[in-house]
């Protein structure tokens, strides 16, 4: 990578991060984001409920974040670890799963249950998504420290 550095017509460094983060990013949130639109076109063929809509914006937003703090720590140089690649994934599918289980229209329930589920994984996701943002922001503020996207030193 250091080698990309050395090309001419790159341009300044502060011109190569406002050129490489977009480049890096463009296709992976575009396969979200489309990946989102069909889920929420399948939802409203299928006449779903308006939760799973909630829920697959939610996931996707925690998938937007995560996609962004791992490209913004690989061009900062702050790679997020992979232990902590495997406790993101984790969360992802615990919260999936309880969103699903938890939010499921169910006759037993009474309305204060119903409330507490809302409640609570509604604080579990913002939790998600404050933990993939700071990492997000780790990422970025080591992109901006290097003195060239391409350099390490």
């Known amino acids: 990578?250091?080698?990309?550095?050395?090309?001419?017509g790159l341009g300044a460094p502060a011109a190569m991060?406002?050129?490489?983060?977009?480049?890096?990013?463009?296709?992976?949130?575009?396969?979200?984001?489309?990946a989102l639109l069909a889920v929420w076109v399948i939802n409203?063929?299928?006449?779903?409920s308006p939760t799973f809509a909630l829920v697959a914006l939610l996931f996707a937003g925690c998938c937007v974040t995560l996609a962004v703090a791992l490209v913004l720590g690989a061009l900062g140089g702050k790679p997020v670890p992979g232990w902590m690649m495997i406790a993101a994934a984790i969360a992802l599918v615990l919260l999936l799963l309880g969103s699903s289980f938890g939010l499921a229209d169910k006759a037993d329930n009474s309305v204060?249950?119903?409330?507490?589920?809302?409640?609570?994984l509604g604080l579990a996701w913002l939790v998600a998504l404050t933990w993939f943002g700071a990492l997000a922001r780790r990422g970025g503020r080591a992109l901006h420290r290097r003195p060239h996207p391409f350099l390490t030193a």
Do not use: E, T
């Open 44 to 48: 409203g063929l299928q006449h779903a």
């Open 17 to 34: 991060r406002r050129h490489a983060v977009p480049a890096c990013l463009l296709k992976p949130v575009g396969i979200l984001l489309a």
């Open 1 to 8: 990578m250091p080698l990309l550095a050395l090309l001419p």
């Open 112 to 120: 204060h249950h119903a409330f507490m589920a809302w409640v609570l």
